[in-house]
């Protein structure tokens, strides 16, 4: 075997490990293997490299509340950054590992790895998690997740207004996320700092709103609250729950 092809492969086996744990510190991106498949990460056998997925519904489906230029600029732009954040640094850790590399340098690639791997899985996460008012966005779930909302949270009612709360007062950048816990079988609230940064170990992410400004500033300037309160419009629940019934198994 080639060398180049040895590389090859130990870039895919890294890519496909640092998207189901190998990433120690991304909570996120190391729960994505029971909600996402390899085409929604937009992962290219072929290529060796993360590539980035298109959006599920027009740049325009969600005008009401996410208008066209954000959407186009936050997806084509910061997302697509965080896929070539990704692939940089699988291929930097590959040159080390195969002593081509700066040994001296490899905590930094480690950091880099972690922090675009997470903005690639949360922004997909991100993406299918909304949906247009028209085609059912917004409203509640039901079935199971509604559940163990009322459980958790008491109610429905008591869920919106802590997940608005915790999204609204994340410090600096970062998301607002609904996850489950396996362990304790339960959902819990929790606010995230950059694309990683104070994820609960071993939390299935299910629900997730990127308070970064890049996100909602064109529209809302800094009402960050306003923009949270939007997005409650065009949640995905049915996509939400698939998610939720994933963890669960």
Same mark, same amino acid.
């Given at each position: 075997?080639?060398?180049d %092809?040895?590389?090859?492969?130990? %870039? ?9 744990g190998?990433?120690?510190s991304?909570? !996120? ?20 490299e ?15 509340? %996410?208008?066209?230029?954000?959407? +186009? %600029? ?12 990704? $692939? ?8 080390? /590992?195969?002593?081509a590399? &700066?040994? =001296?340098? !490899?905590?930094?690639?480690? +950091?880099?790895?972690?922090f675009? #791997? ?5 922004? =997909? ?17 039901g079935? $199971? ?5 009322? /459980? ?7 869920f ?25 079988? +339960?959902l819990? !609230?929790?606010?995230?700092?950059n694309?990683q940064?104070? #994820?609960i170990a071993g ?5 997730g ?12 300037? $800094?009402r ?10 065009? !949640? $995905?629940? &049915?996509?939400?729950?698939? /998610?939720?019934?994933?963890a +669960?198994?």
């Open positions: 075997m080639s060398t %092809i040895t590389r090859r492969n130990a %870039i895919a086996s890294m890519a496909a490990l640092g998207a189901t190998a990433i120690a991304s909570s !996120i991106a190391s729960t994505t293997a029971s909600m996402l498949t390899a085409d929604e990460l937009g992962w290219d056998e072929k290529s060796a993360y590539i980035l997925p298109p959006l599920p519904y027009a740049y325009d489906a969600l005008k009401d509340v %996410i208008d066209e230029q954000t959407m +186009r %600029i936050h997806h084509d732009k910061h997302h697509a950054g965080y896929i070539r954040g990704v $692939n940089k640094a699988l291929k930097e850790l590959d040159h080390i /590992r195969w002593g590399g &700066d040994e =001296t340098l !490899i905590q930094h690639w480690q +950091r880099q790895l972690s675009h #791997m997470g903005g690639h899985v949360n922004h =997909t996460l991100f993406w299918s998690g909304m949906k247009p008012e028209l085609d059912g966005g917004g409203g509640q779930p079935g $199971n997740l509604s559940q163990l909302i009322k /459980r958790d949270f008491a109610s429905f009612g008591q919106v207004k802590q997940f608005k709360l915790a999204a609204t007062k994340v410090e600096g950048s970062g998301w607002g996320w609904l996850v489950y816990e396996p362990i304790s079988k +339960r819990m !609230i929790t606010q995230v700092q694309q940064d104070m #994820m939390a299935v992410p299910l629900l709103v990127d308070v970064w400004e890049h996100a909602y500033y064109l529209k809302y300037q $800094n960050r609250a306003d923009y949270v309160e939007a997005f409650m419009r065009v !949640i $995905n629940w &049915d996509e939400i729950s698939r /998610r939720f019934e994933a +669960r198994k």
